[in-house]
Structure formats: structure tokens, C-alpha cells
């Protein structure tokens, strides 16, 4: 039985390629294509592909999102990241969401196609670029851990944020106007020292705010 593989990149010219090479593999049949966050999340849901070969730089959401929302809805396609950035940050994000593989798009061929391979298998695949960057960052020595106060609500938002709520529905819920909501967001990128919602997602998601 051939394994059924969905594509999310926006650039048209690359999911072409991709799925050129992935069609030439007599075990692997690609069963749609997504551009967008939104799409990738109602193909995915639609479709049940068993693998799902995920951009993290689309256009609407983050892959990080993507992943994120397809474990709350409890699709269980194994989830293989696609990405042009092979730092330990990237890599990190996106394990945590949920995938169980990770491929440079420079290395997007062979590599992918092992990759997905080995994640039907139940396995985690790192293509050699991620694995050699992630072992020399991690052979670097770390400084103390920074200690940072965040208030109460500060703590509440966060945690929505990391849920994946959004502004008007946290407003909602914490009964404040949507621009307190963007205030205290601003307010926690710049405490924590963070710039996207993904890194504040991964935060939340290490001091337990939210489950694995």
C-alpha cells in the first residue's frame, strides 16, 4: 500500500518539484496540495494523508500553528517539516508541535523522501544538516537561565496565545478589549526576550502552561 503524502509549501515551483520526485516513488502517492495554513489544516483533515510534508514559512500561519492545530483536532498524520532554516530554534519548535521529522529544503529529494519513510515507520528523521547543526549547538556552553516576572494576567494570555486562541476570543474570554490583549502580548515578547508567537508557544508549552 503506497503511503498517501499531502504537500503544503506556498511556492508553487518548489510543491511541482516536490512532487515530481515524490511521484517517481512506487510507495508514495501524493494526495493534494495546500499554499496556505488554512488549507493545509482542511486538506489534511479532509484528505487523512498519513504523511504530511509541511512548510513552516506559510504565508498565514507558521507550520508551528499548523501542527499545533492538527494535534488539538487529533488528526493523526505523521507530520514531516520542510523548511530553508536548520537552527536549533526552528527544529525545536517543530518537534514540540508535533512532527516527527525534519528536512532543509536544500535537502529535499532523497533526504525527503527517507524522511518520510522513516516517520510511517514510527520513527523521527533528521536530515545530516539539522542533526550536525543541532549537535553544535548544543556543544555550546549555555549562560544561567534568565529569571523573568510575569503578572498574572500576563501568565492567562500567554497561555491562550500558546492555545491557540485569538486576540478577540482571549479578549472575550479575560473580559478586556483586544488591544489589552495586544498590549500584554507586546508585553511578554519584550519580557521574554522573543519576537513571533511561535517562540512564545514554545515557551508556554516548556513551563507547562499548556500540554504536550
Known sequence: MSIRVLLADDHRILREALRDTLSKQPDIAIVGEAGTADETVALTTRLAPDVLVLDIGL???NGMDVALDLRRIGNPAKIVALSAYSDRRFVSEMLRA???GYVTKVAAGA????AIRTVMNGQCYLCPEVASALAAEMSEPT???KSVRIAKREREVLRLIA???????IAAQLNIS???VEVHRRNLMRKLGMHTIAELTQHAIREGLVPL
Open 59 to 61: 504565508p498565514d500561519r
Open 98 to 100: 508535533g512532527a516527527s
Open 111 to 114: 533526504e525527503l523522501i527517507l
Open 143 to 145: 549562560g544561567p537561565a
Open 163 to 169: 492555545s491557540g486562541v485569538r486576540t478577540r476570543a
Open 178 to 180: 483586544a488591544a489589552t
